[in-house]
């Protein structure tokens, strides 16, 4: 689905989920999902580092972005930890 790039920018500091998939000397990469409805959607976009580029989310973009439907599902992680610590 898509949606306007003004939308996605207003709702880029609120999302259900935001992760942070990586980055560059002058970018961060960001994974979001959001709800629209009853729906949520997942994203991605990157905005500037701070101090060294003014890059806002979507600025690149065109006027509408394509977001891909997902649902929420359970999932089980396993973690590791040093023998010695007993807590996470």
Same mark, same amino acid.
């Given at each position: 689905m898509q949606f306007r790039t003004?939308? #996605?920018r207003e709702i880029?500091?609120?999302p259900?989920?935001?992760?942070? #998939?990586?980055s560059t000397d002058e970018v961060v990469f960001y994974e979001s999902i959001f709800k629209d409805g009853d729906k949520l959607y997942r994203t991605f976009y990157r905005i500037g580092k701070e101090g060294i580029s003014n890059e806002e989310p979507y600025e690149y973009e065109n006027e509408f972005v394509e977001c891909?439907?997902?649902?929420?599902?359970?999932?089980k992680?396993?973690?590791?930890?040093?023998v010695d610590r007993k807590e996470i």
């Open positions: 003004i939308f #996605l880029a500091d609120t259900i989920r935001k992760t942070l #998939l990586g891909e439907e997902v649902e929420e599902i359970k999932t992680v396993i973690g590791y930890v040093a």
